[in-house]
């Protein structure tokens, strides 16, 4: 191996192919797959957090979900329901630091 696959070096890893082709995937059938949302674990809803301070990953990404679940239910798909929640002064930790609020 060229590098431990511990620490920072395999946190870094998450980021590029093809584990980023993998995580998409498995995010796509868990949230927006119709068939995924009828036979596994029927009339389970998702809740999507967006935050106004985080890093653009985490902004982007709820961004993006947001936007993807929209235009899956225009289309008229039976997909997990989602609920959006948007927390203007949290950060990708607001979960943890202000775990009152859930």
């Known amino acids: ?54 890093n653009w990953h985490c902004m982007w990404g709820s961004f993006m979900a947001h936007q993807l679940y929209q235009e899956h239910v225009a289309q008229g798909e039976k997909i997990r329901p989602m609920k959006v929640a948007h927390v203007e002064q949290g950060n990708h930790f607001v979960c943890y630091i202000s775990s009152s609020l859930f």
């Not at 995937?25 to 674990?41: G, Y």
């Open 1 to 54: 191996m060229m590098f431990p696959m511990t620490g920072p070096a395999h946190r870094f890893l998450r980021y590029i192919e093809p584990m980023q082709t993998v995580l998409r995937e498995l995010a796509r059938r868990a949230l927006f797959d119709q068939e995924m949302a009828q036979t596994f674990l029927p009339g389970v809803s998702t809740a999507l957090i967006s935050v106004g301070r985080s």
